[in-house]
Nanobody, 123 residues
Framework: QVQLVESGGGLVQAGGSLRLSCAAS????????MGWFRQAPGKEREFVVA????????LYKDSVKGRFTISRDNAKNTVYLQMNSLKPEDTAIYYC????????????????WGQGTQVTVSS
């Protein structure tokens, strides 16, 4: 069992920045593909970004490319999402997710989910 706890969400003005963190515990962290999903009220949960276990391969949703950056620190069992140039349409609950896989493919199919952290971007 892996537990994921997100932090770093909050309220920010359009054009601002936030950094989300996801701390993992319970089992080995390095051999999981990690990523982030988000869900706005009344909308389906959608994929945002993922990173492989070694941190040298990433996959981004098109609308966040150039604005969001994912990274991981396996020594700290933590994955980060740096979000710059935030837009109101980025407003959502952001969920950390982990898949029991070493390599990043075209689809992230999580085995574990965090509780979520709220990101609100005002216009």
């Amino acid at each position: 069992q892996v537990q994921l706890v997100e932090s770093g969400g909050g309220l920010v003005q359009a054009g601002g920045s936030l950094r989300l963190s996801c701390a993992a515990s319970g089992r080995t962290f390095s051999n999981y593909v990690m990523g982030w999903f988000r869900q706005a009220p009344g909308k389906e949960r959608e994929f945002v970004v993922a990173i492989n276990w070694s941190g040298d391969n990433t996959l981004y949703k098109d609308s966040v490319k150039g604005r969001f950056t994912i990274s991981r620190d396996n020594a700290k069992n933590t994955v980060y999402l740096q979000m710059n140039s935030l837009k109101p349409e980025d407003t959502a609950i952001y969920y950390c997710a982990a898949e029991r896989a070493r390599y990043l493919g075209t689809v992230l199919d999580p085995d574990y989910w965090g509780q979520g952290t709220q990101v609100t971007v005002s216009s």
